[in-house]
C-alpha cells in the first residue's frame, strides 16, 4: 500500500512476476477492496498463485517510525513482515516508509546473532558490471565492527547472488593511502586486514572506484552511503536532461538524435536508476527488500525479483553462517 503509487503499480508488477516465474507465490498484503480493484483490471480470474491478505491500516510515507511501531499494527507493512516471520512468506517487498520498514523489521524479525545493525544495501551499475554498496542509510553514525559486519555481509550477498566465490571488498574513504581516513575507518580496516572470516579486503577505495569496478563491494557508512547514491541519481537525471536539451536545440541535432536513437537508448537503460531497483535490508532474520517510492510497474517487478532471488540463494542464512564463523559459533542452516 507504499509507495507514490500503492496498489496500481504493485498489482500488475504482481501478476506480470508471476507470468515470468512459475515458481513464485505472491501475497498482496493491503485494503482488499482496493487490490480487487486493481486486479479486476488486470485479470478477470483469480491467479492460483496470488492470494489477498487483508489489512486494515497503512503507514504513511511521512511517519514518523515510532508511531508506525507503536500504533500500526495492522498495516500492510507491519503484516508482511509478521508474514516473514511466520515462515508464511519467504521474504517482504515494500514501497513504503523506509524509516518504518526498517524499524518494524527489526522489531518483528530481529538480528542475526553478530549483527549489531542492519544494513542497506544497493547494486549500483559500473564499467565492469555493478557493484554491492552499504550501509545506504540506515546508519548514520558507525563504530569500526559494525563496517566489519558490513564488509561480511555485503562479501556473503555478493558471492550468493553473483555466483562469486572471492567477491572483493573495499573500504569507501578520501585516499588510498593507508594514513588517511576518520578513526572509524581505520580501525575498520584494521579488523578487515586481520580477520579469518574469508572476506577478500582489497584495501581502502575512493569515489571513482565505484563506478570504475573497482571492487565487488563498497562499505561505508549510512550518512557517506545516502549521499553518494543520491548524488549519483541525480547526475544521472542531470547528464540526461542536459543531453536532451542539446540535441533539441537545433534541426541538426534532432537528425542526430533520430540517427542516434538506439544508442540513446541503450544508454539510458544503462543508466537508468530503475533497472537497480531493490535494496536490501542485510542483517536481519529474514529478507526485507525496499523498493523505491516512487518505483513504477517494472521498477517494482525487479524488487520482486532481487527479493526472489535472495530467497533462492537463503542469503540470510548465509551470512549467519559466516559471522557464526567469525563469532566461532555452531550454526546449523
Not at 520482486?304 to 542452516?333: M, P, R
Request: aromatic share 6%; with cysteine; glycine share 8%.
Amino acid at each position: 500500500m507504499g509507495g507514490d503509487h500503492g496498489p496500481r503499480v504493485v498489482v500488475p508488477a504482481a501478476i506480470n512476476m508471476l507470468a515470468m516465474h512459475t515458481n513464485l507465490q505472491l501475497i498482496l498484503v493491503g485494503d482488499e477492496t482496493l487490490l480487487n480493484q486493481q486486479l479486476a483490471l488486470q485479470t478477470k480470474l483469480p491467479h492460483p498463485r496470488l492470494i489477498i491478505h487483508p489489512t486494515t491500516q497503512v503507514v504513511a510515507m511521512d511517519e514518523s517510525p515510532a508511531m508506525a511501531l507503536r500504533h500500526k499494527r495492522d498495516s500492510s507493512m507491519r503484516v508482511a513482515i509478521n508474514l516473514v516471520k511466520e515462515g508464511v512468506a519467504e521474504a517482504c517487498v515494500s514501497a513504503g516508509n523506509t524509516g518504518a520498514l526498517m524499524a518494524i523489521a527489526r522489531f518483528v524479525l530481529k538480528m542475526l546473532p553478530g549483527v549489531d545493525r542492519p544494513a542497506i544495501v544497493y547494486s549500483l551499475p559500473t564499467m565492469k558490471g555493478h557493484v554491492h554498496v552499504l550501509d545506504l542509510g540506515a546508519n548514520v553514525n558507525c563504530e569500526p565492527q559494525d563496517l566489519f559486519q558490513f564488509a561480511v555481509m555485503g562479501s556473503v550477498l555478493a558471492t550468493a547472488v553473483d555466483n562469486n566465490p572471492h567477491p572483493t571488498v573495499g573500504l569507501l574513504n578520501v585516499g588510498s593511502e593507508v594514513i588517511k581516513g576518520s578513526p572509524q575507518v581505520k580501525k575498520a580496516a584494521e579488523l578487515l586486514t586481520d580477520n579469518q572470516c574469508g572476506v577478500n579486503y582489497v584495501g581502502y577505495v575512493e569515489g571513482d572506484d565505484i563506478y570504475k569496478g573497482t571492487v565487488d563491494v563498497v562499505v561505508c557508512d549510512g550518512f557517506v552511503g545516502n549521499v553518494t547514491l543520491k548524488a549519483s541519481e541525480g547526475l544521472v537525471k542531470m547528464i540526461l536532461k542536459m543531453a536532451k536539451e542539446e540535441f533539441f536545440k537545433s534541426w541538426y541535432g534532432r537528425f542526430a538524435a533520430f540517427m542516434s536513437a538506439p544508442i540513446l537508448k541503450a544508454l539510458y537503460k544503462r543508466l537508468d536508476p530503475n533497472q537497480y531497483n531493490g535494496a536490501s535490508l542485510l542483517g536481519l532474520r529474514g529478507i526485507v527488500i525496499k523498493s523505491h517510492g516512487g518505483a513504477e510497474q517494472k521498477a517494482f517487478g525487479i524488487a520482486i525479483q532481487v527479493a526472489l532471488l535472495e530467497a533462492e540463494k537463503n542469503v540470510s542464512a548465509k551470512i549467519q553462517k559466516q559471522l557464526a564463523i567469525q563469532l566461532g559459533q555452531t550454526v546449523a542452516v
